[in-house]
């Protein structure tokens, strides 16, 4: 069978003070908003959100929402060229993923809910650095 795509909602709505936020632009201002179920083998594994703001790509929901966001994004000239992701201290914790293109300071704010006995998370870390002191 393998990995499917249940499209629960695909909408222009007024962005939330907490989109508008990650996004960097004021609030209420018009989103494209896509909310989905991913799923793999049958079974659910990922309840999936993302906001685009629509002045940005007008049509990007013009032939349905697109298989893949990133995709859709970089035809247009917006590829993701880095993400950050931050945990609130919720109960639980529910990522949230602004991504950057290089022509705007975040053009996607995504949070998704994984499956945690379908899914693994995978952090990559490094040894900590020497701190940074200017010359004397």
């Known amino acids: 069978m393998g990995p499917a795509t249940t499209v629960l909602t695909a909408q222009v709505v007024a962005a939330t003070p907490e989109v508008a936020n990650a996004l960097e632009f ?3 201002q018009k989103v494209l908003f896509l909310y989905r179920v991913r799923s793999a083998d049958g079974t659910p594994i990922c309840i999936e959100q993302a906001w685009v703001l629509v002045a940005l790509v007008p049509t990007l929901f013009d032939d349905g929402p697109p298989a893949s966001s990133y995709e859709a994004l970089r035809e247009r000239g917006l590829a993701a060229s880095g993400a950050r992701t931050r945990c609130p201290p919720t109960k639980p914790p529910t990522p949230r993923r602004p991504s950057s293109s290089s022509a705007t300071p975040a053009a996607m704010f995504s949070r998704a809910c994984s499956r945690a006995d379908r899914c693994s998370v995978w952090v990559r870390v490094r040894a ?3 701190a940074l002191v200017p010359g004397r």
Do not use: A, K
């Open 128 to 130: 900590p650095r020497p």
């Open 26 to 28: 004021e609030p209420h």
